[in-house]
Structure formats: C-alpha cells, structure tokens
C-alpha cells in the first residue's frame, strides 16, 4: 500500500511560490552567488529531504524521496501504535508541525 503526502494548502502554495522567488529577486539585485546558494538549498529540500510517498507491504515499509528511498524491514521494527494528541504530549513534549508538504512543509527527520 503506498501513502502519498497530503496536498499542500492554499496557503502553503503561496508561501511556496513567494519562496522561490527570492533567489530571482537576490540575482536581480546583485546578489547572484546568495541567490544560487539559496537556489541549491532549495533544490536540495525538494528532492533529498521531501518524501514523495510512504508504502507499507508484508516485509518492509519504504519511504521514498525523489533521489533515494530507505527500506526498513518488518523485523526492525520494535512497535508501532496509534496515539492521541494528548498521549503524544505526554510522552514526548511539545512537537509542531508547520504546512502540509510545501517546500518547507511538515517533514524531515525525527
């Protein structure tokens, strides 16, 4: 079964475009090395740390980014459960999760 990230909001699609225009207004202005090095960090965001999808089978969960994937087999795996906002609270403290998959969107490492 494969799990896709839910789409970007509205909100998350502005923010998004009015990010990747700063490089073209930094290179406009002058500041043509800054703009490619915000350029690559983006790039970089985008296809090695955003994960296109989530897919679970008998042996292994998968996560898959543009440019690699990580296979975690069935047997590495210590648990897995559901847990309210509040149980999460309890056991791990105060977490955030900003936009719905945008270029700086809720994912990376935890």
Do not use: C, K
Not at 5 to 20: E, F, K, N, R
Not at 71 to 86: K, P, V
Not at 87 to 100: E, L, N
């Amino acid at each position: 079964m494969i799990y896709r990230l839910a789409p970007m909001s509205a909100v998350m699609w502005i923010l998004t475009i009015a990010l990747l225009a700063i490089p073209v207004v930094l290179a406009d202005v002058g500041l043509l090395m800054v703009g490619l090095a915000l350029t690559i960090l983006y790039l970089w965001v985008w296809l090695w740390m955003r994960p296109r999808h989530f897919a679970v089978d008998e042996d292994a969960m998968v996560i898959a980014w543009p440019f690699r994937s990580r296979r975690i087999e069935r047997t590495e795996l210590r648990s897995a459960r559901i847990i309210t906002a509040n149980q999460f609270r309890r056991d791990y403290g105060f977490a955030v999760r900003i936009g719905v998959g945008g270029l700086w969107g809720g994912f990376g490492l935890l």
